[in-house]
T-cell receptor, first 113, second 117 residues
């Protein structure tokens, strides 16, 4: 069965620190990849997505993610986090030609000023 | 406001009861997805409807059912509720351009928080 693993359940950083959140998936075929963010008390919002092409994808608010096919990974990065980045981050995978979107368990990020 | 409307926002009920959660998709979106978010399970895909028809099924219990109506709103029915059903239930919608290409971008509602006592 397809699955998504997010290794970091809870990350605590100070402002201006660099961020990398890991995401690995298990599926042998073509996939579309997503990162969603859920700010406190809000709905999930799309942060960035990868369908094809350049494996380095840039999203909103300075976030980027790199798809490494050989490692089945889609890690999220930001060079310098802000207090407003405090949120829960979800990686998601959609196997091509299906309507399923499979989420990881999420990573809670806390940024302290 | 994402454009996906979910009601009620909060619901407290007792074990054994039945509840209905409602979702109105974003204007123009034909596909509705239901997800359950609990502390220990993360975001679990339950079921998806496209233009009134069931399209994909995930980890949905037999006590749960859903449907999408001609006006495209959807309802998730949860019956014989157990303590473990307490969770946040999210609805999401997408344009779902028919091909099931997995390229759909989902827009989520704010969720319905169900507490079973």
């Amino acid at each position: 069965a397809q699955s998504v693993s997010q290794h970091n359940h809870h990350v605590i950083l100070s402002e201006a620190a660099s961020l990398e959140l890991g995401c690995n998936y298990s599926y042998g075929g073509t996939v579309n990849l997503f990162w969603y963010v859920q700010y406190p008390g809000q709905h999930l919002q799309l942060l960035l997505k990868y369908f094809s092409g350049d494996p380095l994808v840039k999203g909103i608010k300075g976030f980027e993610a790199e798809f490494i096919k050989s490692k089945f990974s889609f890690n999220l990065r930001k060079p310098s986090v802000q207090w407003s980045d405090t949120a829960e981050y979800f990686c998601a995978v959609a196997p091509y030609n299906t309507d399923k979107l499979i989420f990881g368990t999420g990573t809670r990020l806390q940024v302290f000023p | 406001d994402s454009g996906v409307t979910q009601t009620p926002k909060h619901l407290i009920t007792a074990t054994g009861q039945r509840v209905t959660l409602r979702c109105s998709p974003r204007s123009g979106d034909l596909s509705v997805y239901w997800y359950q978010q609990s502390l220990d399970q993360g975001l679990q895909f339950l079921i998806q409807y496209y233009n009134g028809e069931e399209r994909a099924k995930g980890n949905i219990l037999e006590r749960f059912s859903a449907q999408q109506f001609p006006d495209l709103h959807s309802e998730l029915n949860l019956s014989s509720l157990e303590l473990g059903d307490s969770a946040l239930y999210f609805c999401a919608s997408s344009e779902a351009r028919g091909g099931g290409a997995g390229a759909n971008v989902l827009t989520f509602g704010a969720g319905s928080r169900l507490t079973v006592l």
